[in-house]
């Protein structure tokens, strides 16, 4: 069967219309991807990043370590004239305070890192009042923390506090990277 010219040109108004059709959809398609890609990437810079508000916090907890290192903190509150008692309490209290400064920071770290500084919160507590309770009723201040400190010389591995602040410092680090 042969095709008459009006068909054939019939045939072929039909393929053009039917390509320029599914060209155009195609086109559109794509112009709206796009658009929809751009406008994700618009609200994505918009939206406010919470990496540098978990990079605070690294930064908040990485000083709150070091405030309660035990060798620091004793510097910090060391007061002539206060007796092993007083001056144990007085320890504790500042440890708990700084702890407690900083305990909304835990929204913003991994929970491995807020366990390690309430870990090293709670030993350094710990170490302390163990200390403590070995002096006899009528030592000084001076005499716990002397106690404290040359029981961290001796068991320098007693301390949690290099091991948190390295813990911190990957985490951070991760943050960055």
Same mark, same amino acid.
């Given at each position: 069967?042969?095709?008459?010219?009006?068909?054939?040109?019939?045939?072929?108004?039909?393929?053009?219309?039917?390509?320029?059709?599914?060209?155009?959809?195609?086109?559109?398609? #794509?112009?709206?991807?796009?658009?929809?890609?751009?406008?994700?990437?618009?609200?994505?810079?918009?939206?406010?990043?919470?990496?540098?508000?978990?990079?605070?916090?690294?930064?908040?907890?990485?000083?709150?370590?070091?405030?309660?290192?035990?060798?620091?903190?004793?510097? #910090?509150?060391? /007061?002539?004239?206060?007796?092993? #008692?007083?001056?144990?309490?007085?320890?504790?209290?500042?440890? #708990?305070?700084?702890?407690?400064?900083?305990?909304?920071?835990?929204?913003?770290?991994?929970?491995?890192?807020?366990?390690?500084?309430?870990?090293?919160?709670?030993?350094?507590?710990?170490?302390?009042?163990?200390?403590?309770?070995?002096?006899?009723?009528?030592?000084?201040?001076?005499?716990?923390?002397?106690?404290?400190?040359?029981?961290?010389? /001796?068991?320098?591995?007693?301390?949690?506090?290099?091991?948190?602040?390295?813990?911190?410092?990957?985490?951070?680090?991760?943050?960055?990277?």
């Amino acid at each position: 069967m042969q095709l008459t010219t009006t068909q054939m040109v019939i045939s072929v108004l039909i393929a053009l219309t039917l390509g320029g059709f599914l060209a155009y959809a195609l086109w559109k398609q #794509r112009k709206e991807a796009k658009e929809l890609m751009e406008k994700h990437e618009k609200q994505k810079a918009a939206a406010p990043s919470a990496q540098p508000l978990q990079l605070q916090a690294y930064e908040r907890l990485m000083l709150l370590v070091d405030r309660i290192a035990l060798p620091n903190i004793i510097s #910090r509150t060391s /007061q002539a004239g206060l007796s092993a #008692r007083d001056m144990q309490a007085l320890l504790v209290q500042q440890i #708990r305070q700084e702890f407690e400064y900083n305990v909304t920071q835990q929204i913003y770290v991994s929970q491995e890192s807020w366990e390690a500084v309430r870990n090293l919160k709670d030993q350094n507590i710990l170490i302390i009042n163990q200390i403590a309770s070995f002096l006899p009723a009528d030592a000084t201040g001076q005499d716990l923390s002397r106690s404290i400190l040359e029981m961290l010389m /001796q068991s320098p591995k007693a301390s949690l506090h290099n091991v948190v602040a390295d813990v911190l410092s990957f985490e951070a680090k991760k943050l960055m990277s």
